[in-house]
C-alpha cells in the first residue's frame, strides 16, 4: 500500500511541474511568406518591424469618451512584413492592422480604439501585434486617466 502511495504522490508531483511552453500562432504557419518548406533553402532577408513609439499616453479624458491613436511602424529589413494578428489585453480596446504585406522600406499602422465607458481612474491597456519577426510579439501600450461625465443639474419642480 506504500508503494502505490508513494507512486501515485510522485506522478502527481512530476505532472503538476510540468512547465507550459508558448506556441506561435497558427495564423503564422499559413501564411504562405512565413511558411519553410525545406531546411535547404537559403533565406533571402528578414523583416523587421521597427515602431516609432510603442507608447502612447492619451491623458485625461471623460468617460464614455472613445479615443483613437495610430501606432506607425516601419518594416526595415529586406522581406515582406506580414501581421498574422493584432489583439489587446482587453474588450475596451480594439486595435486595426493592415492585412496586405508591408514592403522593406514601407510604413504602415496599427489604429486603436479605447472606449473609456464603464471605467474610472488610471488605465493602461496592452496590443500585442503578431507578426513574422523576431521576436514573434510584439507589444504595444495605451495609458490615460478617466475623469467622471459631468453631472447635469436638474432644476427642482417646487
Known sequence: MKIFILLFTSIFLFSCGEKKTTKASTDLVNIEATADSSNNQKKTGEPKIQFDKIFHDFGYITQGEIVEYEFIFTNNGDADLLIANASASCG???????????????????????????RMDK????????????????????????????????????
Open 92 to 118: 475596451c480596446t480594439i486595435p486595426e492592422y493592415p492585412k496586405e504585406p508591408i514592403t522593406p522600406g514601407k510604413q504602415g499602422r496599427i489604429k486603436v480604439k479605447f472606449n473609456s465607458e464603464l
Open 123 to 158: 488605465f493602461l491597456k496592452e496590443i500585442y501585434v503578431t507578426a513574422n519577426t523576431e521576436p514573434l510579439v510584439t507589444t504595444l501600450s495605451i495609458t490615460g486617466i478617466i475623469k467622471a461625465k459631468p453631472q447635469i443639474n436638474l432644476p427642482n419642480s417646487h
